[in-house]
């Protein structure tokens, strides 16, 4: 075999000890090495600035890891405090949830009362430029970073929106940012809770509104809408916390992985004493992640109905691989698998009942602004809807609809089943 004659860094020998380790590398894996090589010492003979070779590897990782899917990256110290912040709720920013969509920076939910809601930014944006950089190369991760900041910093943002003919430009101010993950109220004589994200603590506020909404029915819940629309997800460990608040038992997900390890099965506990109150999961297409694995779980084991429109589509498990004590891989390691075995990615979950939102998508956000009075039950933590004529959860389309199927709740679910029995 022909002598190869080539200058290979030491990281790249790195990782050829990390593959080997799992693999011998075949002749092609070398050439392909080498090609990469060759195009690196190119680069950094001729572009022109000097180029650390520390910059163009870590490029390197990055777009490698990029081009697999827009979920997996290359963690830096930095990356891993951002890690952090998202599962504890507390961070300097402007207040947006983002994702990768169809290629392009997307705004899943500008989040009540923050900063990018005050400056206009819309569910449904398109995120084109952060300060003036665009975005078309950017990791998810990386343009969260951008975004993220010190209080009282700013940040440009260019964005499109549909009906807008030009790019529209916002500055927002950054501020810090406490998501208050779960919401409740009474309407109607029923219960509501909405749920932003899943972070720490997530199943515990779950339960205490659930015991308060049953101390003031006596005991008792008539019937529960479970919000869970523009929620892009969360902890893992949350997801299957939270649908055991609503189970009495039974697999809440499982996933599939080429290793052993990342083939898992989640399960609820069973309960002496369980109320299988009423249930309905609202979703639309902000609905990611942890969410659509608790939407699934609920509507395989009939445990609830779900209303609204096709979720996201977004079930793929990302697991931390250590590099070194500076950095790490996050990397798609597995798929999630709602009971009964229907997958998740790029597919989401399919509701019992569509119910379509005719509104724009910013006056969603008109619901969590409505005039409300104290409950006068001190210890109940949730709020009671009200208006003289007609209340504002009446304006919202799905929410409106689910409280309806409440009340009649013995006729319709009869009128499913027959459905579902025609069609099958």
């Known amino acids: 075999m022909k002598q190869r004659n080539v200058f290979i860094p030491l990281s790249i020998f790195t990782c050829l000890i990390v593959a080997t380790s799992a693999r011998a590398l075949t002749d092609d894996d070398y050439r392909e090495i080498e090609d990469f090589a060759n195009v690196m010492a190119v680069a950094q003979k001729n572009y022109v600035t000097p180029v650390p ?44 949830t983002v994702t990768i969509k169809e290629g392009v920076l997307t705004v899943t939910d500008a989040i009540s009362d923050t900063p990018a809601e005050r400056a206009g930014v819309r569910e449904g944006d398109r995120i084109i430029k ?17 975004m993220r900041g010190p209080r009282g910093s700013v940040v440009q943002l260019t964005l499109r929106r549909l009906g807008s003919a030009a790019p529209l430009a916002i500055s927002v101010v950054r501020d810090v940012i406490r998501i208050h993950s779960v919401d409740s109220r009474t309407i109607d004589g029923y219960a509501y809770i909405r749920l932003q994200q899943f972070q720490e603590g997530s199943d515990e506020e779950i339960r205490r509104r659930v015991e308060n909404f049953q101390k003031d029915g006596h005991g008792r819940i008539s019937g529960l809408v479970f ?9 893992l460990s949350q997801a299957v916390k939270v649908a055991d608040e609503f189970l009495n038992g039974g697999m809440v997900v499982f996933t599939q992985g080429r290793e052993e390890t990342q083939r898992e099965k989640f399960f609820a506990h069973s ?16 609905t990611a992640s942890a969410s659509e ?18 979720t996201f589509g977004k079930g793929s498990v990302q697991t931390i691989l250590p590099i070194d004590e500076h950095s790490a891989l996050q990397l798609t390691t597995a798929r999630y698998y709602t009971p009964t075995g229907r997958s998740i990615q790029a597919l989401g979950i399919t509701p019992d009942v569509v119910v379509d939102d005719p509104r724009p998508a910013l006056a969603l956000k008109e619901l969590e602004k409505e005039q409300t009075r104290p409950d006068p039950s001190a210890a109940s933590g949730h709020r009671i809807a009200t208006g003289e004529n007609e209340p504002d959860w009446v304006k919202d389309v799905q929410l409106s609809k689910s409280i309806d199927m409440l009340k009649h709740w013995d006729s319709f679910k009869t009128q499913l089943v027959k459905k579902e029995t025609v069609i099958g």
Do not use: C, W
């Not at 697999?68 to 507390?90: F, K, V």
């Not at 694995?293 to 096709?310: E, H, K, N, P, S």
């Open 53 to 96: 070779t520390k910059e163009l590897i870590d490029g390197a990782i990055k777009g490698m890891l990029s081009s697999l899917d827009p979920h997996s990256a290359y963690l830096t110290g930095e990356s891993y405090r951002d890690l952090e912040i998202n599962t504890h709720g507390i961070f300097g920013g402007i207040g947006i």
């Open 130 to 146: 952060i300060n003036g950089e665009p975005t078309s190369a950017m990791t998810l991760n990386a343009a969260v970073g951008k």
């Open 227 to 235: 919000d869970l629309r523009d929620n892009p997800g969360g902890l």
């Open 271 to 286: 309960k002496s004493g369980f109320q299988a109150y009423p249930m309905i999961v609202l979703v639309n297409g902000g």
């Open 293 to 310: 694995i608790v939407a699934g779980a609920l509507q395989d084991q009939g445990r609830a109905l779900v209303v609204g429109t096709q």
